[in-house]
């Protein structure tokens, strides 16, 4: 009987291993050592997202406006993990100002555990600022935080069989610039967006990137990451936002 439970043993492990949902490996694989709020409030109410779930991002960016008023109803692909050193995002908290001055580091991730392969294409991430002006001004609405391309997707697997995977090199073509919203109101919402290939296609990218400007169509009213977006192309695949105060 026990050598039949020797030969079941790692066939046992790999079950046990491959029902752990993708919670576990991102608590596994998290090193960051705050844990900050991981909520936001609507309505004086105090509502709570699962940050693990594609659905309950999407409940987020509907309970914060982020839908329609930044982009269009769609249902997320993936996860976005956005961490600094001390601090992260996590649909709509509110992390202090000064622990998110520096650009963050960037993991996209499928919502349950697969063992297919990564695709070859990489995807672009951006950071928008839709609350420097009013809402409803004729002024444009939405603020360019930071560009990069090279944002692979990554496959949770098991730490102990898993190659070493180095931070993904991004080639970044807007730099971060730090949130800084004005004083003494708010919230005011900063949200990272992965988008990908409308076509799919995993040659290099050729983004329009306006310079001299944070405004992501120059001169244009109205105008935000998801005009920028569609005009080169792309279709957004994960989201994640931070809400910030300035007392």
Not at 87 to 92: C, I
Request: glycine fraction near 6%; aromatic fraction near 10%; charge should be neutral.
């Amino acid at each position: 009987m026990m050598p039949s439970l020797l030969v079941l043993y790692p066939i046992l492990s790999l079950v046990c291993f491959l029902a752990l949902p993708v919670s576990a490996w991102r608590s596994a694989v998290r090193t960051d050592a705050f844990q900050l709020p991981r909520s936001l409030s609507k309505d004086g109410g105090h509502i709570t997202y699962d940050g693990n779930s594609v659905g309950s991002v999407r409940e987020a960016l509907l309970a914060t406006g982020i839908i329609p008023t930044v982009l269009d109803d769609f249902r997320p692909k993936y996860l976005l993990d956005v961490d600094w050193p001390a601090a992260d995002a996590y649909l709509g908290n509110s992390p202090d100002i000064d622990r998110v001055d520096k650009q963050p580091k960037f993991t996209l991730f499928p919502q349950h555990y697969t063992s297919a392969r990564a695709p070859n294409h990489t995807y672009v991430v951006t950071m928008t600022y839709p609350d420097a002006f009013p809402r409803g001004s004729h002024e444009s609405s939405e603020m360019r935080h930071f560009v990069a391309t090279g944002l692979p997707l990554t496959i949770p697997c098991d730490s102990a069989t898993c190659p070493k995977v180095r931070p993904p090199k991004l080639k970044v073509l807007v730099p971060y610039e730090a949130p800084d919203p004005g004083h003494g109101s708010g919230p005011y919402r900063y949200v990272f967006v992965a988008f990908a290939p409308a076509n799919e296609s995993t040659e290099p990218l050729q983004l329009s990137t306006p310079q001299n400007t944070l405004r992501w169509g120059r001169d244009k009213d109205k105008y935000g990451v998801q005009g920028w977006a569609a005009a080169n192309g792309l279709v957004p695949v994960a989201v994640n936002f931070i809400q910030l105060k300035n007392q």
